[in-house]
């Protein structure tokens, strides 16, 4: 089964904690899972920064409507209880939305207009701030807000790398070379093809030598076997090199990426070559940061 949604958590939640005594939340969390048979496979997926579990970000979600909804309290650090409030909606037995929480909670009900203040709604209803049509915490919105941009990012990139020279595109492998932490060397040979040829350090005091080859090709066309073969022989030097790198702005067959891998050949397509240069500040620049923060612990754990 998938992982539950968070108002699917709010009342396994209170029913765990219906017998009134304080529970640690790593207990709640466990006997949550076995509640809802949770596989273990779901129990391990992480959000997207993989700083934690998905299902504890769920967990965690819904405890924080629970606290702010007075439908549970902290009787003490990492310690969940249910309150009067909790125990009422819990002998309810059904399915805890936010309509019923904005219903039976003052609280929870100005928390919730208040943040839609915060976010310029002026008609939604006060539980519709909170994404409610996919039920998703709003860090793994954020981090899925990211990936589409970055996506958005990377085809950008491919097409500004097609409007540059073939001189450009040689640059651009250098320089994604060097952000990599590689070493200087690649001489380069024209292949006509629009394309380059050279051999570069693996490391900047030149132990080790890695044979580069870099298409600008089409990205709708597909390199076969049999270029690789070909990329295989012209490692036979002189001078004669045994690490491999081929990138290109096309994509690989799959017969040519089991070939290179049985040759220790790396093969860098398309989309992992914009994916390169977002990560490595190659061609791009930060426009806007964002520190999302969260509570030290250790810091309160201290006092």
């Not at 020279?165 to 024209?190: I, N, R």
């Not at 990560?279 to 612990?297: A, M, P, W």
Request: aromatic fraction near 8%; proline fraction near 4%; include cysteine.
């Amino acid at each position: 089964m998938a992982l539950p949604k968070i108002i699917a958590l709010h009342l396994p939640i209170l029913k765990v904690l219906s017998d009134e005594k304080e529970h640690e939340l790593k207990e709640v969390r466990e006997r949550i899972a076995d509640l809802l048979e949770l596989s273990g496979e779901e129990l391990t997926l992480r959000v997207a920064s993989g700083q934690q579990t998905q299902y504890a970000s769920l967990i965690g979600w819904a405890r924080t409507n629970l606290l702010n909804a007075k439908a549970i309290e902290n009787p003490r650090r990492g310690y969940l209880k249910i309150t009067e409030r909790g125990k009422q909606l819990c002998e309810r037995n059904i399915e805890i939305t936010y309509a019923i929480l904005i219903e039976t909670s003052p609280e929870f009900a100005e928390h919730e207009r208040a943040r839609a203040a915060k976010k310029g709604a002026k008609t939604s209803p006060p539980d519709s701030s909170f994404n409610s049509e996919t039920d998703t915490p709003p860090q793994e919105t954020m981090e899925r807000m990211y990936q589409l941009l970055n996506d958005q990012l990377a085809e950008e990139l491919l097409s500004e790398i097609f409007d540059q020279t073939p001189y450009f595109f040689e640059k651009l492998v250098l320089d994604l070379m060097e952000a990599m932490g590689y070493g200087s060397g690649l001489k380069t040979q024209d292949s006509h093809d629009g394309g380059i040829d050279g051999i570069i350090h693996e490391d900047k005091l030149g132990f080790n030598l890695i044979y580069v080859q870099a298409k600008r090709w089409a990205a709708e066309r597909t390199i076969e076997r049999s270029d690789i073969q070909q990329f295989l022989g012209a490692m036979a030097g002189p001078p004669k090199v045994e690490k491999g790198l081929f990138i290109t702005t096309a994509k690989f067959s799959k017969g040519a990426r089991e070939f290179a891998e049985s040759q220790h050949i790396i093969l860098v397509d398309g989309k992992q070559l914009t994916k390169l240069m977002i990560e490595h500040g190659v061609g791009v620049s930060v426009q806007k940061t964002y520190n999302l923060k969260r509570i030290d612990s250790d810091y309160f754990a201290d006092n």
